[in-house]
């Protein structure tokens, strides 16, 4: 079992960041691919951001892509998402999740999901 808590959401202005952090208790996160996603009211859960057990290969949403890095520190077992050039659409309910298999960009892959953190950012 792998319990998952983010933080670090809240407000910001267009164009600027944002770091959500991700803290994994449990056994064995080292092993775990990590991924990001996020939801608005009503619509489906989306990709964001992936991450290997070995933190070596990353994926992004076209969306997020160099805008967003996803990073992990398995010595301290957390994963950390850097939101930077912030935009409105970015506004959603992030969570992060963990995947026993590879770098999924699809929610059902994913075996342990956090609970969640709002991001609203201001035009």
């Known amino acids: 079992q792998v319990q998952l808590a983010e933080s670090g959401g809240g407000l910001a202005q267009a164009g600027g960041s944002l770091r959500l952090s991700c803290a994994a208790s449990g056994r064995a996160f080292s092993g775990y691919a990590m991924g990001w996603f996020r939801q608005t009211p009503g619509k489906e859960r989306n990709f964001v951001a992936a991450?290997?057990?070995?933190?070596?290969?990353?994926n992004y949403a076209d969306s997020v892509k160099g805008r967003f890095t996803i990073s992990r520190d398995s010595a301290n077992n957390i994963v950390y998402l850097q939101m930077d050039s912030l935009k409105p659409e970015d506004t959603a309910v992030y969570y992060c999740a963990a995947s026993r298999g590879g770098r999924s960009t699809r929610p059902d892959e994913y075996d342990y999901w956090g609970q969640g953190t709002q991001v609203t950012v201001s035009s």
């Open positions: 991450i290997s057990w070995s933190g070596v290969r990353t």
